[in-house]
């Protein structure tokens, strides 16, 4: 499965972003992962096909993940963003990866 995500770019402490993942086939598992340089890549939140999803506690209550199951496409809703949140943000479904798209919060 090929993933491509959009939505990146750079935005003040406290504002918002929407990060969208296109998959080129239908997934049952999709998450979204994130890194900083020097550091491991990190959950961030993940939903399987009937909705159910997951969060790291870091971004419970800001962030909300969200499926378009017949677009094969996936959302993260990220608000109320921290400087902390600056990272390069991957699609998934725990078998492929996407290229990351930066989001970078000052």
């Known amino acids: 499965v090929q993933l491509v995500e959009s939505g990146g770019g750079s935005v003040q402490a406290g504002g918002s972003l929407r990060l969208t993942c296109v998959a080129s086939?239908?997934?049952?598992?999709m998450a979204w992962f994130r890194q900083t340089p020097g550091s491991e890549r990190e959950g961030v939140a993940a939903?399987?096909?009937?909705?159910?999803?997951t969060y790291s506690d870091s971004v419970k209550g800001r962030f909300a993940i969200s499926r378009d199951n017949a677009k094969n496409t996936m959302y993260l809703q990220m608000n109320s963003l921290k400087s902390e949140d600056t990272a390069l943000y991957y699609c998934?479904?725990?078998?492929?990866w996407g290229q990351g798209t930066q989001v970078t919060v000052s």
């Open positions: 939903m399987d096909q009937a909705g159910l999803a």
């Open positions: 998934c479904t725990f078998k492929d």
């Open positions: 086939a239908e997934a049952r598992y």
